[in-house]
């Protein structure tokens, strides 16, 4: 089906997300749908504004192997039922290494044209003990993030990450992030981050999507700490954001270097997880869910950091209202993290445990290895809904897990056409970021969700090669047509 472009507008006010027009939406199909002959026919990225940021993600625990943290403590564990926290007990004891094998990671995004690779550093090793400092560990993330930048003939800017939902054991012993004390802590390690590598880095991405990292871990229990409580969810919630707020403060006092000699020595965002929320039918209440689900995972975040106030609720339940003026003004850019979108059923036998709807999937759509929607239009959606706050939009992750690697290829440039219709719109989007360069260890689902661009044989390759998968040709192209990539395929200066 052809999208209208007067559906555009449609999509962009129900995206709001008011209960109303989700309510209009519902039961009236996809208010856009992209053809396969407008996505084949459409050259990816073209007019993308200079110096547009174009890369892959990792994070450190997924890709280290050897961590010494919350999750190490957690992988090998298994719930009262006797079923393990992770899939196949698999661990990161090693995982894809990249502690040890990180030149063939720099090697990779090298070789795929990117100019910017988001990757973490992981607290646990950085600062063992409170207050430690290791210097060895340091020495490593310094000389990855050396090889990054000096890379030629285009040098790749590291987007430092500096939580990505794993805790230091001393963290954790005083009570993780329901610990009063964690923000001032998680600032003083930017502050020293700042310090040690602010001359390699200017792009900070603060915190990693502190909805999901609290939806997994305080409501549906399946990542540490295994808590199911709307209550300390929400705790927990406001306490990452005022993380960010103070590791915000913390990386403008120390990083002073201008690493890429465009006049900034940081540039502070934070990566924010979107789903698209929309309603089954056009009941009221398969509404009213969608509406409560999107207030609380999508909404929250961004009002809190636009409005300096911290507003969270999951309504009859608990509630969070509190001032947070260290926010406003903490953000340059909004990291936005898209995978999926979620159509809902309200459940009305609810037992208290669990979301409070069901999915209904839509069988004309695509699902990948992990059961998730195919629907790029919700990137459209959602880049022109987000825009709104005013803050410069990253696309700070947008993947497939695709053990094949078939539907990988399509996936990138429907989702890129998305980015693409947004930008004509005229939404500042200046990068796009796909989730992950590697495979690596996707949390509870162990080794099972394939997202690397190339790939890994955890099982039957000791030497844990890189191999490309054929969307590696799919970005290169996205290289080559933002000029990254020569025609004949080499790096551009
Ligand atoms: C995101 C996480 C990332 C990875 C991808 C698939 O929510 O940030 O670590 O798990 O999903």
Known sequence: MTRAPSRHTGAARVARGGLLLAGLAAGCGDPIRYSDAEIARHTMLAGAPGGFLLGVATSAHQIEGGNHNDWTEWEPGRYADGSPHVKGGATTARGPDSWNLWPKDVEAVRALGANVYRLGIEWSRLEPTEGAWDADAAARYRAMLTALVETRPHAIAPMLNLYHFTLPPWVVARGGWEWEGAPAAFAAFAARAAEAFGDRVDLWCTINEPNVYVTKGFLSAEWPPGVHDPARALRVFARLLHAHGLAAAAIRARDRVDADGDGLPARIGIAHNVIVFDAASASPLDALVAHVADRFYNAALPDALAGGHIHLALPRVAAIDEPAPELAGSLDWLGLNYYTRRTVRARL???????????????????????????????????????????????TENGVADRAGDMRPGFIRAHVYALDRARAAGVDVRGYVYWSLIDNFEWSHGYDGRFGLYTIDFAGDPTLARRPTPAVATFRQLARNVGLLDAAGSAAP
């Not at 790029?376 to 809904?385: A, H, I």
């Open 349 to 395: 036998d609810r037992t208290g445990a669990g979301a409070p709807y069901e999915l209904v999937p839509d069988p004309s759509r695509a699902h990948t290895d992990l059961g998730w929607e195919v629907y790029p239009e919700g990137l459209y959606r959602v880049l022109v809904r987000f825009a709104r706050y005013g803050w410069p939009v990253i696309v």
